[in-house]
């Protein structure tokens, strides 16, 4: 499943919040360590199924997408960036434990991998 990028949307984004620059560089390393750039939220059938069967969402925004759903789960998993000046929603770990338990074990598992 390919998902088409928008990068100015991204880049206006990032100008106006710096959690949105830091979530971006994030996909770097969490989404294309695959190569070639594949993203592993397209790659991974864990991340796909899980997304597939997803009845609530952490943010409203991970509703989106694939890939927008792995990184807001990453965000909500990282619990960081939940300012109330931030445009973006407040996403938690707990919250994202409440909502997406399968996703929460998921993110946790790549989190706690070595590679």
Avoid at 46 to 69: H, K, M, N
Wanted: aromatic share 12%; with cysteine; net charge neutral.
């Amino acid at each position: 499943m390919s998902q088409r990028r928008d990068p100015s949307v991204r880049s206006r984004a990032a100008r106006r919040d710096p959690a949105s620059c830091f979530l971006e560089s994030s996909r770097v390393p969490r989404d294309c360590a695959l190569g070639d750039g594949v993203y592993r939220s397209g790659y991974d059938p864990r991340i796909r199924a899980a997304f597939a069967s997803a009845r609530s969402f952490v943010t409203p925004y991970d509703a989106y997408g694939l890939d927008e759903y792995f990184a807001e789960c990453v965000r909500a998993y990282a619990d960081v960036f939940n300012d109330t000046r931030s445009p973006w929603p407040p996403a938690t770990r707990e919250g994202l434990r409440a909502c997406d338990a399968a996703m929460y074990a998921i993110v946790a598992d790549i989190f706690a991998s070595p590679s």
